[in-house]
């Protein structure tokens, strides 16, 4: 059980264009799903957190008009890459909080992740 | 704000040899520590788990010992195997409960 769905794996796109990244929990409901970004050899820095029907909160020194996230259901988060550049290419994981008998402090599910690269 | 730190960065290990990877963490508060396992290219896999109740979580050849007066944390793999190479992060729910900050991360290489 707690699967986690990403897509999609891999995306290339040319500069100035947008990047639709989608993070959808198959088996159950995710009342909260964060996003992460990890640039090679690094670690995984949280971007953002968004819980089902409110705006995302997003962390210190990301711009929340380029990565716009959408939490519509508690199924589906969606992050969009406006206007992506060259540094934006990444590996893009999310990651969802939820299920019956879930809290705070329980473990999260990741998706398989989505590595972007920016020509 | 929150922090973790984890070290070392990189650790060679010989097959059969034990494993020992340590962080810490600065949110007084933070009562959940999960560890990671990650290959290249792929998503993080928990391998185990500790909260601030316990002292100590053992799960075949991986444990966990958590001192919350020093406020820190480590993983321990006895018996590694080649397939244990790959990198670990710690990680801390801070941040007002809501949020998993990973450590830098530790690059374990286990040699035949």
């Known amino acids: 059980g707690a699967v986690v769905s990403q897509h999609p794996s891999r995306v290339i796109c040319k500069s100035g264009t947008s990047v639709k990244i989608e993070c959808r929990s198959l088996?159950?409901?995710?009342?909260?799903m964060f996003w992460y970004r990890q640039f090679p050899k690094q670690s995984l820095m949280l971007m953002a957190t968004?819980?089902?029907?409110?705006?995302?909160?997003?962390e210190q020194g990301v711009e929340k008009d380029k990565f716009l996230i959408n939490h519509a259901s508690l199924t589906l988060s969606t992050l969009t890459v406006t206007s992506a550049h060259p540094e934006d290419s990444s590996f893009y994981i999310c990651?969802?909080?939820?299920?019956?008998?879930?809290?705070?402090?329980?473990?999260?599910?990741f998706g398989n992740g989505t590595r972007l690269t920016v020509t | 704000g929150e922090n973790v730190e984890q070290h070392p960065s990189t650790l060679s290990v010989q097959e059969g040899d034990s494993a020992v990877i340590k962080c810490t963490y600065s949110?007084?508060?933070?009562?959940?520590f999960p560890w990671y396992k990650q290959e290249l290219g792929k998503r993080p896999q928990l391998i185990i788990d500790i909260r601030s109740n316990v002292g100590e979580k053992k799960d075949q050849r991986i444990a966990v010992t958590l001192n919350k007066t020093a406020k820190h944390f480590s993983l321990h793999i006895t018996e590694t195997q080649p397939e244990d190479s790959a990198v670990y992060f710690c990680?801390?729910?801070?941040?007002?409960?809501?949020?998993?900050?990973f450590g830098a991360g530790t690059r374990l290489a286990v040699h035949p």
């Open positions: 088996d159950f409901q995710a009342t909260t």
């Open positions: 990680a801390d729910l801070s941040g007002g409960y809501n949020k998993l900050i």
């Open positions: 949110d007084s508060a933070s009562n959940y």
């Open positions: 968004s819980n089902e029907g409110s705006k995302a909160t997003y």
């Open positions: 990651s969802a909080r939820g299920g019956a008998g879930s809290s705070y402090n329980s473990p999260l599910h």
